[in-house]
């Protein structure tokens, strides 16, 4: 009878699913590497597959020059470097997100799994704005699809950002803990691409005639604003840093002020 009850304690116990329970930081490392390797691997193979110019039509309709030929799908070509990159800068976000947890839990893996998710949606991205006519509804609706995609892959980042800080002795390393420098950063840049997805999509829903234009410069400004954005941080906790001594300054002198006073002085 003992036996029996044990059995069932036990097979109750591995039914249980915790999502604070831990997880392999470097299984989940590992298969995010990989999916982010084969949707770039799809991307390539996308942009070879159907924006090669025939050989034959380079010599009858531009008398042989390759250059003007690879031109005319200059759009294209755009639309899978904007794409590459942003593929790009969202591993070196998960990268750096993963260089400061020590531990993951089981609720960081299935956000991480969202985030994936819609980060193998990309290589569909590129094919929903590189295929239909320019300034049509149907470009409109997808550069404004692909807007959804990038921000969906991004904000599954920041809220496994957000799990770790709710248990950040456990999770994160000490200097990327919520007041310092790297965890001022590292949120910032876990927040552009959200915000900046999410502001190109209502653009193109205001200004639909510059869509295209407000989509690819969202690609074009992203890798520079994420070079500008440690420049920022640092100008403002500098500028934190050095507003704080005034405040404490003061914060001493009234409790100078206030110990010279009287009891009756210092109530009034």
């Keep these: 009878g003992q036996r029996d009850e044990e059995e069932e304690d036990h097979s109750l116990e591995t039914f249980n699913f915790y ?9 989940v490392e590992a298969f995010s590497d990989g999916v982010y390797a084969i949707v770039a691997t799809l991307l390539i193979l ?51 997100l993963f260089l400061y947890i020590t531990k993951a839990t089981q609720l960081m893996g299935l956000l991480n799994i969202l985030s994936l998710a819609f980060i193998g949606g990309l290589p ?14 149907n470009e ?6 692909s807007c959804v995609i990038t921000f969906f892959a991004s904000i599954f980042q920041f809220a496994i950002w957000t799990t770790a800080l709710l248990h950040e002795r456990e999770t994160l390393h000490p ?19 959200p915000c900046v997805s999410l502001g ?41 840093k050095s507003l704080m001594p005034l405040s404490r300054q ?15 002085e210092a109530l009034s």
């Excluded at 003061?250 to 009756?264: G, H, I, N, Q, R």
């Design 175 to 193: 200097f990327a803990r919520y007041g310092g420098k790297e965890h001022a950063f590292m949120f910032a840049k876990l927040a552009l691409y």
């Design 46 to 96: 996308d942009i070879c597959e159907d924006n090669v110019p025939d050989p034959s039509e380079v010599e009858e309709k531009f008398h042989g020059s390759l250059l003007e030929a690879l031109s005319e799908y200059g759009p294209n070509y755009l639309a899978y470097f904007g794409s590459f990159v942003t593929i790009g800068l969202l591993w070196f976000v998960h990268h750096s």
């Design 19 to 27: 999502l604070s329970e831990p997880l392999s930081k470097e299984r």
């Design 200 to 240: 190109a999509f209502f653009l193109t829903c205001l200004l639909s005639e510059f869509s295209t234009a407000i989509f690819h410069l969202m690609q074009i400004i992203i890798p520079f604003a994420f070079l500008a954005l440690r420049i920022f941080v640092r100008i403002s906790l500098i500028v934190v």
């Design 250 to 264: 003061k914060v001493v002198l009234l409790e100078e002020e206030e110990a010279c006073l009287s009891p009756t």
């Design 140 to 145: 409109i609706e997808a550069i404004q699809v």
């Design 124 to 137: 569909l991205a590129y094919q929903l704005t590189s295929e239909f006519a320019e300034k049509s509804h």
